[in-house]
């Protein structure tokens, strides 16, 4: 993992739709790759992975802090 | 994620939306005025009635709905470790697009919420603020997509979190005292209505159960009536829609086995045919809501949840009905109020004066 080239999105404290849209906006301009999109929000964060998936990307969800998350999108 | 927690998920909008249209029909058979079993704008235009902000004599009633929302979220939210106070966020902003999303909803005569049950009921008028209401989400989308941001919100402490569930709890104190001592009128600084759409109502007890319950199920469903809309057209996601498609079809069947579907546009309940401004009341407010991050039930349960920006918004909703109706910008089954279509063109150049000038460039990317 470390090894990877990781763009990171913050999206924390953003109202909806926005933590979802960048990180469509992101993959979609990356084609495939690593994105981590941290949030810290419940609905963000089913939002992302849910987008992400749509999107045929794979999407793993770490709860970094308290109500804070780091969605790993992949593809 | 197990298997049970992700067909939940998925289907959670579903199973709120229906709920939602099924509870708000009977609440309407119960009492309640046609075609409002639970209208957020509506009730929130009440309760500022209630509290004396606008002196509207006809639509001044404590809703127990809205409280039971707001308790209900922030019970669900307790529940599942997910209330997090928090503001920040441009709350100035916020208040006074509540305020104009209000007015815009008192144009149409409904928030999204009722706009999807009038047309549940036959009403037909409800499509022009339907078109409205898609027409103002979609210029709201214009300027997400051009890097519109109201900035990001911060943790606050938990006071800041529990300022608005405090005072729905001191406004159901109030709603108990008057129906347990005062046989249900409203005495002193409380204002409930003798006539008119504030004075018909469901009994208290139920509305608030059923607010609490669909407080409950919007918190663990993130039901949105604004939301569904935007992620359609901006990121093609149906998730949220499927839940709006729920509410409609369920409140259909709902009404229709009730007697409560009445076809037609002309004498509907609580409702004017002036088409123009059913349309123009709702891209104003579809254009506020969407700026603002959701729906006005959404920004209950947000508030629920310890969102102080949330709050505020409601707080400016509150206000701006107390507005309303003090300027004559309220429509009626009459018509627009005299200063209704002026406000709408204010309120809408004041939206895009936000859209225009908000904008975080990290966000536009």
Request: hydrophobic share 50%; with cysteine.
């Amino acid at each position: 993992m470390s090894t990877m080239n990781v763009k990171v999105i913050d999206a924390r404290g953003l109202s909806c739709p926005q933590p979802a849209a960048m990180a469509k906006q992101a993959m979609t301009g990356a084609g495939a790759g690593a994105i981590d999109v941290l949030v810290d929000s419940a609905t963000a964060r089913e939002n992302v992975a849910r987008i992400a998936r749509l999107a045929g990307w794979e999407a793993t969800v770490a709860e970094e802090a308290a109500g804070e998350y780091r969605i790993c999108l992949r593809k | 994620m197990s298997d049970k927690q992700s067909w939940l998920n998925t289907y959670w909008p579903v199973i709120a939306g229906a709920s939602v249209g099924v509870l708000a029909p009977i609440l309407v058979k119960l009492g309640n005025p046609g075609n409002m079993g639970v209208c957020v704008a509506c009730f929130t235009r009440d309760i500022s009635g209630a509290l004396g902000l606008h002196k509207a004599a006809t639509v001044q009633y404590l809703r127990p709905e809205i409280m039971g929302i707001v308790l209900g979220a922030l019970a669900a939210a307790l529940l599942f470790r997910e209330f997090r106070p928090r503001t920040g966020s441009a709350p100035i902003v916020r208040f006074l697009l509540g305020a104009f999303a209000m007015i815009g909803a008192l144009v149409f005569l409904g928030c999204p919420w009722r706009a999807y049950l009038r047309l549940s009921g036959g009403d037909w008028n409800a499509l022009y603020g339907l078109v409205g209401l898609v027409a103002g989400i979609w210029a709201g989308i214009g300027f997400l997509r051009a890097g519109f941001s109201l900035g990001r919100s911060r943790p606050a402490p938990a006071t800041v979190g529990w300022v608005m569930p405090g005072l729905m709890l001191i406004l159901i104190v109030v709603v108990v005292y008057i129906f347990t001592s005062l046989a249900g009128s409203a005495a002193g600084p409380i204002y409930f209505s003798t006539s008119g759409p504030g004075s018909q109502h469901a009994p208290w007890l139920v509305s608030l159960a059923v607010g609490l319950v669909i407080g409950t199920m919007l918190q663990r469903s993130r039901l949105c009536t604004v939301g569904a809309v935007r992620d359609m057209i901006m990121l093609r996601d149906p998730h949220l829609l499927r839940g709006i498609i729920a509410l409609v079809g369920a409140a259909f069947l709902t009404n229709l086995l009730l007697g409560q579907f009445r076809p037609g546009f002309a004498g509907q309940p609580v409702a004017h045919t002036a088409a123009l401004w059913n349309f123009a009341g709702m891209v104003l407010a579809g254009l506020a809501f969407t700026l603002a991050g959701g729906c006005p039930g959404r920004q209950l349960i947000l508030a629920g949840e310890g969102d102080g920006d949330a709050g505020i918004f409601v707080l400016g909703m509150l206000v701006g009905a107390g507005f309303a109706h003090n300027f004559s910008l309220a429509s009626s089954p009459a018509g627009p109020g005299t200063y209704g279509p002026v406000a709408v063109v204010i309120g809408l150049l004041v939206c895009a004066v936000f859209g225009f000038s908000m904008r975080e460039r990290e966000i536009a990317g």
